[in-house]
């Protein structure tokens, strides 16, 4: 991308139609922010050679807190997809074991009604959870929709399963 911006500046284009083209091929913010920032310095006359290292500086410093942000937030991650297994694991075993004393007790709740009550806001609940592990990995919203729609697929999954083949059995 710099050798074309080079070639464009060196054609004599204007700079904020060498910032136009760049924008339209790189969606990296603190890419954009940079050339933004460079454009707009060069613009209005400031290309010295103090403005430009400080400019070079302020980059350097976003790049490196950039980098720490994500070390950070990396271990954070998984946490959303635990969250998930968990809640429906747990949930859909409760319902399984609640189901099993009903009928042994010879009381009768609407199993249907309690399929709806509790299995509804989990996969509301994986949607969330999914949301916030996309967000966290990438700082992407786009990023949250895949791992929500794969996070309530998994939940919706194990479900599934867990009606299918319990696991846990009264008596």
Not at 91 to 116: E, H, Q, R, V
């Amino acid at each position: 991308h710099l050798r074309l911006i080079s070639s464009e500046i060196s054609w004599g284009l204007p700079l904020q139609k060498v910032f136009e083209d760049f924008k339209r091929k790189v969606k990296n913010w603190l890419a954009l922010m940079n050339i933004y920032l460079l454009v707009d310095t060069l613009s209005v006359g400031g290309g010295s050679e103090e403005t430009l290292e400080t400019l070079a500086e302020f980059s350097e410093s976003m790049r490196l807190i950039e980098q720490e942000r994500k070390s950070v937030l990396a271990p954070l991650v998984i946490i959303p997809y635990i969250g998930a297994l968990l809640l429906t694991a747990t949930t859909t075993m409760f319902i399984m074991f609640f189901k099993d004393i009903t009928s042994i007790a010879g009381a009768t709740i609407p199993y249907i009604t309690l399929n709806k009550t509790l299995l509804t806001p989990l996969i509301f609940h994986s949607f969330i959870f999914g949301l916030t592990a996309g967000k966290l990995a990438t700082g992407k919203a786009s990023s949250g929709f895949k791992t929500a729609l794969f996070l309530t697929i998994a939940s919706i999954a194990g479900i599934w399963l867990t009606m299918r083949f319990p696991l846990l059995k009264a008596g």
